[in-house]
C-alpha cells in the first residue's frame, strides 16, 4: 500500500468532481432544497418534520452518493481507464480507499451543509449533539459510496447502473423504519429489516431525535454495524476489480 | 520478449491459437490483420490483462503479468484510456504519480507530442488527434522499456500518422521495443518486423521485404491477399 498513490487517486477523483460545477451544485443543493421542501410539506406539523427530517439528513448523502460512486467507476471501466490503471503498479485496495478517502471529502460537505440548513434556518429539532448528526449524515453518504462501488461491477452501461438505485436502495428506504417503526412490521418484513445496513443508520439517527422513542437501540452499536457494512462493502468492491480478463 | 504455443479459447470459439514469436530489444513490430483476428487479445495477453492457459509468454525475462513489469510496460489501447473531465495536464500528472515519474517528464513529453499549447484544456474539448497524442503521452510516462499500442493510428489524419511514425522510429532508436497493431496495411512499411494474423492465427512473420519478396507482391494489401491465398 503506497500513500502516494492512494492520494494521487483522491486528488485526481476530487479534480474530476471540481471540474464539473454542475455535479458540485447538484451535490450540494439538491439536498437543501429536498429538506426544505419537507420543512414546507409538514408546516402545521413540525412533530412529524423533526422525526422525518432528521434521519432524511443522512438518506440524501446516501443516495447521491451511491449514483456518483457508481458511475463514476463504471466510467473507469468503460473508458478504459481502470485497464491503464491495472497494468500500473497501482493496487485495488489504493483504488478503493483513494476513491473512499475523495468521497469522504464530499459526503462531509454534503453532510455539514444540509445538517446546518436543516438545524439552523428549518428549525429541525434535535435532542442529540449537532455533530453526531452531521457525523452519521457523513457515515451514510460513505455507506452509499461503497454500495455505489461495489454494485457498479455488475452493470455494463450507465443505464444498468442507474436502475441499481431504486432496485438496491429503495426497499432499504422503505423498511428502515422510517415510514412504519422496525418495532411494528411484520416478522418476515422485521427480519429483512435487520440485515440492511440503512435500518442501522436512521436507527442512530433515531437515537439522536427528540421525537422518535429509540427503544433501547444505543447510537454507538448501530454505528458500528453501519461501519461494518461498509467495510464489507468495500472489501466486496475492490474484489470486484479484476486485473485480468478471461 | 517470447511468446511460445499461445492459445486463448473462450466459450469453445479458439480466439488464438499455436501463437509464437519472438522480438529483439528496440525493434518495431507490426501486428497486421483485419479486426476480429485477434491482435488487440495477443497484445492483452502479452501485458497481464488477459488471462490464458496454453503457452508461455515471457517479457524483459518476466512471465507476462509479474507485478515487476507493471512499471516497464506502456500501454495505449483502442479505448479512451484517459479522463475526459480532467485537463491534458491533470491527466498527465496523475498517471505520472501512479507510476513515480518524476513530474518534469510531464511537460517535457507535452512539448514533444506538440500538446503544450492545450496543456490547460479538458481532454473532452480536443480533437481526436490530440486525445490520441494525450493517450500517447501516458503510455510514455516513466519511459517504459517495451510499448504496446493498440491501433495508435487509426482514425487519424495522413500528416500526423507519419509524425506518428516517425516519433515510434525515434523511440526505438532509444531501444524502446514496440509491438503496434493496425489493420492499414501500408503502415507495415514503418516496421522491423511485420506479424501477420489472420483468424487467430500467425500467416506469416518477418521483416517487410521478405515478406513482399516471398509473396510476390508489390504492396503489403497484395503480399497478405496472396498470402491468405497460398494458405487456403
Redesign the interface.
Known amino acids: 500500500m503506497s500513500p502516494r498513490r492512494l492520494l494521487a487517486t483522491a486528488r485526481r477523483v476530487l479534480t474530476q468532481v471540481a471540474n464539473d460545477r454542475r455535479t458540485i451544485a447538484l451535490v450540494l443543493i439538491v439536498p437543501i432544497v429536498l429538506e426544505t421542501l419537507l420543512r414546507l410539506i409538514y408546516n402545521d406539523n413540525r412533530s412529524v418534520f423533526n422525526s422525518v427530517g432528521l434521519p432524511m439528513l443522512g438518506i440524501f448523502p446516501l443516495v447521491m452518493m451511491f449514483l456518483i460512486a457508481s458511475i463514476s467507476t463504471l466510467r473507469e471501466r468503460t473508458r478504459g481507464t481502470l485497464e491503464r490503471l491495472m497494468v500500473m503498479p497501482l493496487s485495488k485496495a489504493e483504488f478503493i480507499l483513494g476513491y473512499s478517502l475523495a468521497f469522504s471529502v464530499v459526503a462531509i460537505v454534503q453532510a455539514v451543509l444540509v445538517s446546518l440548513v436543516a438545524l439552523g434556518p428549518l428549525g429541525l429539532q434535535a435532542a442529540g449533539s449537532h455533530w453526531l448528526i452531521i457525523f452519521v449524515a457523513a457515515i451514510n453518504g460513505l455507506l452509499g459510496m461503497s454500495m455505489g462501488l461495489f454494485v457498479s461491477s455488475y452493470a455494463k452501461s450507465e443505464f444498468h447502473a442507474v436502475q441499481f438505485m431504486p432496485a438496491i436502495v429503495m426497499p432499504q428506504f422503505l423498511l428502515c423504519g422510517l415510514l412504519v417503526p422496525r418495532g411494528h412490521m411484520q416478522t418476515l418484513l422485521r427480519w429483512a429489516s435487520d440485515v440492511l445496513p440503512l435500518s442501522y443508520a436512521v436507527d442512530a439517527m433515531h437515537t439522536l431525535s427528540a421525537q422518535v422513542s429509540t427503544m433501547g437501540t444505543n447510537f454507538w452499536n448501530s454505528i458500528l454495524i453501519v461501519v461494518l457494512f461498509l467495510a464489507a462493502s468495500l472489501i466486496l468492491g475492490a474484489s470486484s476489480l479484476r486485473r485480468s480478463a478471461d | 520478449m517470447r511468446v511460445e504455443g499461445l492459445k486463448i479459447v473462450?466459450q469453445n470459439k479458439k480466439i488464438l491459437s499455436d501463437i509464437s514469436f519472438s522480438v529483439k530489444k528496440g525493434q518495431i513490430i507490426g501486428l497486421f490483420g483485419p479486426s476480429g483476428a485477434g491482435k488487440t487479445t495477443l497484445i492483452?495477453s502479452i501485458?497481464?490483462?488477459?488471462?490464458f492457459h496454453h503457452g508461455q509468454i515471457t517479457v524483459i525475462g518476466l512471465p507476462a503479468?509479474s507485478?515487476a513489469l507493471?512499471?516497464q510496460?506502456g500501454?495505449m489501447?483502442?479505448?479512451?484510456?484517459?479522463?475526459?473531465?480532467?485537463?491534458v495536464q491533470?491527466n498527465l500528472e496523475?498517471?505520472a504519480?501512479?507510476?513515480?515519474a518524476a513530474q518534469k517528464q510531464v511537460s517535457a513529453l507535452l512539448s514533444e507530442l506538440k500538446l503544450s499549447d492545450y496543456r490547460h484544456q479538458?481532454v473532452e474539448n480536443l480533437s481526436g488527434g490530440q486525445q490520441a497524442r494525450v493517450s500517447l503521452a501516458?503510455a510514455l510516462l516513466g519511459s517504459p522499456q517495451m510499448l504496446f499500442l493498440d491501433e495508435p493510428t487509426v482514425g487519424l489524419d495522413p500528416v500526423l500518422r507519419r509524425d506518428l511514425w516517425d516519433y515510434f522510429r525515434q523511440l526505438a532508436g532509444n531501444g524502446v521495443t514496440m509491438l503496434i497493431s493496425s489493420h492499414v496495411m501500408e503502415e507495415a512499411a514503418n516496421c522491423d518486423e511485420v506479424l501477420l494474423l489472420r483468424r487467430g492465427r500467425i500467416l506469416d512473420y518477418g521483416p517487410v521485404g521478405q515478406l513482399l519478396k516471398q509473396a510476390g507482391a508489390k504492396t503489403m494489401d497484395e503480399a497478405f491477399l496472396k498470402i491468405v491465398e497460398a494458405k487456403r
Open positions: 473462450r492483452r501485458i497481464g490483462l488477459q488471462n503479468g507485478l507493471r512499471s510496460l500501454y489501447s483502442q479505448n479512451e484510456g484517459f479522463y475526459t473531465d480532467l485537463t491533470e496523475f498517471f504519480s501512479i507510476l513515480n479538458l501516458i
